[in-house]
């Protein structure tokens, strides 16, 4: 009887068919007391139901002696882990349910890793099948021939989302370097599994035609998932009913505007620009859209301009001379301003000030529905390259806004963005060769701007602000992913490791150090505007659509697998707060006192009632915009009388037959004091 004992105790001996299912950990039932005891479940049905285990079906049975797992609930957390490489092998033994045939898509489970979403990190393995999330939790019943990872207790985080790129964008007869393959190779070698294209239609031009253009340019080379902004360069009634177009039947929510480029996309040249302004963000308000703003003053940067060539300074230095910061920071005042009469969620692209990030932090603090997007490069570099001797690494440098000369601007960034001030990031990547950026080498203002950062973000991000300790991971998860695929209304589809999402993955190395270099990099640029930097953090593997592309540092990438993510209006991390304060403005028009009226929002201002006036009424000229007080027309009883300046001589009828004043006659005043003439004759 002993001896039988402890051969029961002897669990590391037991066959494998008497472990748990869906797992080949020999771990035998638990015992209830002595050999001769009651074993719970004994007289239950062993019958294994493959029907109720099948992968993504609704109410599956959870089978005996294995827990039921939220995908949003850690089911264990783990504090220790040992951090080996990620190992990759092919499971044979599971034999529960048949291979998938030839053509469909692969089958992964990520075992031992830890997932790290923008809310919570918890411990648990995900299975995916047919580019989805299928199962997250511990013992998964999965198929066979399934690919098995182990992360050895590494970081498995959601892809990351680069909401801003210009792949393969035409420019003056020519075209950016990185493609839609090149560029979309890079941003997967860099951890990124979407990005967002800006759509730039030529003024004059019809903005679905460019849509479809750069829609047909993505579907042919995009190696990762895509969406699309379309920018507004000019402003009409067809411009109009085309947005409306493109937001309800196109798949694009968010639209950028310009308020710097005179003369080419700017919308505020005049009074008539800001009312187009002000239309567009109206507009975009009602119909659920986000606007997005490049916010520059841009008639005070064509003054700067001509006065800095002027000068005689031709060179890149000129670019951020003839931009200061404040000019920055104006235009982002004036949008935020523009937005909120207009009740329209405002997106600021490229913040690359303080000053700029300032005004930003402060409107948010004021309830404003307000997005920053600081890029890589204000992020990581700063403008002191625009005074290198080398031309061409001060031209690499080259975009608007220009990198802040500041170089602490970096640091006051991260930290804006580790506080939640500014929200997500992208890159700006738009990279031209040498010869390219060579167009303006004699006039600054002729320089192709851009830069480029989409492989750099996610590791740039981790060093400059976690390993500082600015930034946790759930923080970075946010910065990087979920809140781009909130803003684009692609959440929890996106940004987020739960059943159901989009199976595009990376396994986050945090130690992993690498060096930047133009040498090394995937983009098709001869420049990196961080060459030379250690940053800490990098991809172990990555996985896209269901797929791995990223493995021991080898890029497996096919051109043209990247698909089109059609994105819906009315994002709730947008409009929430903006249908909550229309909804309390109702509320307080329930409640309205006239006695506190001016306390009230815009949306419920209404007349008081009261009586008509009915007292004196002056006399007044509908046509007068002022003029000079009657009493100056008297004449001085000791002085000649003096032509009054201000007062104009214009008529609707005609001009006055007065003498003309010559051409190229001066008045001069003589020596010895300001002189009495009173005729031009």
């Known amino acids: 009887m002993a001896e039988a004992r402890r051969a029961l105790n002897r669990e590391d001996e037991l066959p494998v068919y008497l472990a748990r299912p869906g797992t080949a950990d020999q771990a035998a039932r638990q015992k209830h007391g002595g050999l001769f005891c009651s074993v719970e479940g004994a007289y239950e049905s062993k019958t294994i139901d493959f029907e109720a285990l099948s992968v993504g079906h609704r109410g599956a049975r959870t089978p005996l002696g294995q ?41 992964l489970l990520i075992k031992g890793g830890r997932i790290v979403n923008d809310d919570q990190s918890f411990c648990a393995d995900i299975y995916m099948e047919d580019g989805l999330i299928k199962q997250i939790g511990d013992n998964l019943i999965v198929p066979g021939g399934v690919k098995t990872i182990e992360a050895n207790g590494k970081m498995v985080i959601p892809g990351g989302i680069d909401i801003h790129t210009h792949f393969q964008m035409p420019y003056r007869g020519t075209t950016t370097v990185d493609d839609f393959c090149q560029g979309t190779k890079a941003a997967l070698a860099g951890g990124t599994t979407m990005i967002v294209d800006h759509v730039i239609p030529e003024p ?25 902004h379309v920018d507004i360069t000019y402003w009409n009634d067809s411009v109009k009913q085309e947005v409306e177009s493109l937001l309800k039947e196109k798949g694009v929510n968010s639209f950028q505007v310009y308020m710097a480029y005179k003369d080419l996309y700017q919308m505020s040249n005049s009074e008539v620009g800001h009312i187009e302004l002000y239309e567009i963000f109206t507009l975009l308000g009602e119909l659920g859209g986000i606007v997005q703003v490049h916010a520059e003053n841009g008639e005070i940067i064509a003054e700067e301009q001509a006065r800095i060539l002027g ?56 309830g404003n529905v ?32 220009p990198l802040s000369p500041d170089p602490t601007t970096p640091d006051y960034l991260n930290s804006l963005l580790a506080s939640g001030d500014l929200n997500v990031t992208g890159s700006a990547h738009c990279t031209f060769s040498v010869a390219q950026k060579a167009i303006g080498k004699d006039d600054f203002t ?7 950062g989409v492989e750099e973000r996610m590791s740039l991000i981790w060093d400059k602000a976690v390993v500082s300790g600015k930034m946790d991971e759930n923080m970075f998860v946010a910065v990087t992913s979920t809140n781009a695929a909130k803003i684009l209304n692609l959440y929890p589809r996106k940004g987020r490791i739960a059943v ?6 990376v396994i986050w190395d945090p130690d992993m150090v690498k060096t930047v270099t133009a040498k090394s990099h995937n983009s098709a640029a001869e420049y990196n505007v961080f060459e030379g930097m250690e940053l800490r953090g990098a991809p172990l593997l990555v996985i896209c659509q269901g797929k791995i592309i990223l493995e021991d540092g080898k890029l497996q990438a096919t051109s043209g697998s990247g698909r089109f993510i059609p994105c819906s209006p009315f994002p709730d991390f947008a409009y929430k707060r903006i249908k909550a304060r229309k909804q309390g403005d109702l509320l307080k028009c329930k409640k309205f006192s006239w006695s506190k009226s001016y306390f009230l929002p815009l949306a419920v ?14 006399d007044f000229n509908p046509m007068s915009r002022g003029g000079t007080p009657s009493a100056s027309n008297r004449s001085s009883p000791t002085k000649a009388p003096i032509r009054n300046l201000h007062q104009s001589g214009f008529t609707l009828a005609g001009p006055e037959e007065a003498p003309i004043r010559p051409a190229g006659r001066r008045i001069v005043v003589p020596p010895g004091g300001r002189s009495n003439i009173t005729s031009l004759s």
């Open 500 to 505: 159901g999402s989009d199976s595009d993955l």
């Open 311 to 366: 000068m005689g300074i031709t060179g890149p230095e000129g670019h951020v001379l003839s931009r200061p910061e404040e000019l920055e920071a104006e235009a982002v005042f004036r949008a935020i301003t523009i937005a909120s009469q207009t009740n329209c969620p405002l997106y600021v692209t490229r913040v690359m000030s303080k000053s700029a990030a300032d005004i930003i932090s402060q409107a948010r603090k004021k």
């Open 67 to 107: 827990r039921r797992v939220d995908s949003q609930i850690p089911s264990s957390l783990h504090t220790e882990h040992e951090f080996k490489q990620v190992d990759i092998k092919h499971d044979v033994d599971a034999k529960l349910i048949p291979k998938l045939s030839e053509g469909q898509s692969d089958r």
């Open 605 to 618: 201002l209404r007349a008081v009632p009261r009586g008509m006036y009915d007292g004196p009424v002056s």
């Open 370 to 401: 307000v997005f920053g997007e600081p890029i890589t490069a204000s992020l990581g570099t700063d403008g002191t390259h625009y005074w290198s001797k080398n031309w061409a690494k001060a031209a690499s440098y080259v975009t608007s806004p």
């Open 204 to 228: 004059g031009s019809s903005l679905v035609e460019a849509f479809k253009h750069w829609q047909e340019w993505a579907d042919e080379k995009a190696c990762c998932d895509y969406s699309l």
């Open 446 to 452: 002729q320089i192709p701007e851009g830069v480029n």
